[in-house]
């Protein structure tokens, strides 16, 4: 029996073995150039530690366009996982709530947020009260009604006397509203942000079970509110950040940021079956041509 028929294809896949697996070392190897004297080897150093930046570069681009991109990250921050995600933190978040038997005053004091939770008290009584009272102005509140009150007291007037006191009645009228539209804007910050105060005042010595079960029943859909508010904030307020935030360059910088032995590893990680088959596809390649060279 011809012992060639037999070696040439061993010898065949071998080498096929060997040159795919060398090949694919050479990917990564050697991490640096090696030089003799002034000549650079050739192949040194290897593909993708002498091609990093652009294979940063590239993976980047195609990951912030066609993965990362603004419309699937804001879907993503919206999507039905976390909404479910969020629906069960606040059912279990207001169910221990509805346990806590103690006021909200004690609440803060036992945790340490009582000076926190009063300042954030002043500052939003602060903007309610100023918000309150610039829509007012905005909107001519007090001069439109104390036209309505005046409408109301002139018809119910005798239309005789009506007419002898016309010009008085609307001279008072004018004062009227000069006045009480200097009170709202000497005075009115301040009563309303003192109601305000008030109000925190009330809630904060009511128990913190009782508060949270009268919310529920006051706003029996506030978790729909706060999903909604939620998902709003996300389209309107992420999507703005977004769109000023490079996906792409943070992407590239983690890559190049990447030692060349971890990159190594993390793309034989990923690819180590399909690499693996390379190898071996190259000996069944080599052995194939060696049955091929026997027959010519």
């Not at 190049?256 to 069944?284: H, P, R, T």
Request: proline share 3%.
């Amino acid at each position: 029996m011809n012992i060639q028929i037999i070696t040439a294809p061993l010898i065949g896949g071998l080498i096929g073995l060997i040159t795919n697996s060398l090949a694919i070392k050479m990917l990564f190897r050697p991490h640096k150039e090696i030089r003799i004297g002034k000549f650079r080897i050739p192949f040194t150093p290897g593909l993708i530690p002498k091609e990093k930046p652009r294979i940063a570069s590239a993976i980047s681009k195609v990951i912030s366009r066609y993965i990362l991109d603004e419309e699937t990250i804001l879907a993503s921050l919206a999507s039905d996982t976390i909404k479910n995600a969020f629906e069960h933190k606040y059912e279990e978040k207001l169910n221990t709530w509805k346990a806590v038997e103690i006021s909200f005053r004690e609440l803060l004091q036992t945790t340490g947020y009582e000076a926190s939770a009063y300042d954030m008290e002043q500052r939003m009584c602060a903007y309610i009260s100023n918000y309150l009272i610039e829509q007012c102005k905005e909107e001519e509140l007090v001069r439109k009604l104390v036209e309505q009150i005046f409408e109301s007291f002139q018809d119910s007037m005798n239309p005789l006397v009506y007419k002898v006191g016309k010009k008085a009645l609307h001279a008072a009228q004018r004062t009227m509203i000069q006045r009480m539209e200097e009170m709202v804007d000497s005075q009115g910050k301040e009563f309303v942000s003192g109601y305000l105060h008030g109000i925190c005042e009330e809630y904060l010595d009511k128990p913190v079970g009782e508060t949270v079960v009268l919310l529920e029943e006051k706003i029996p859909n506030l978790k729909d509110i706060l999903w909604e508010k939620y998902a709003d904030m996300v389209q309107n307020k992420f999507g703005k950040f977004i769109a000023t935030l490079n996906v792409q360059q943070i992407i590239e910088h983690k890559l190049l940021d990447y030692d060349l032995m971890e990159l190594e590893n993390m793309i034989l990680e990923i690819s180590k079956k399909e690499l693996n088959a390379l190898v071996w596809l190259g000996g069944l390649l080599g052995v194939v041509m060696g049955f091929v060279n026997l027959l010519f």
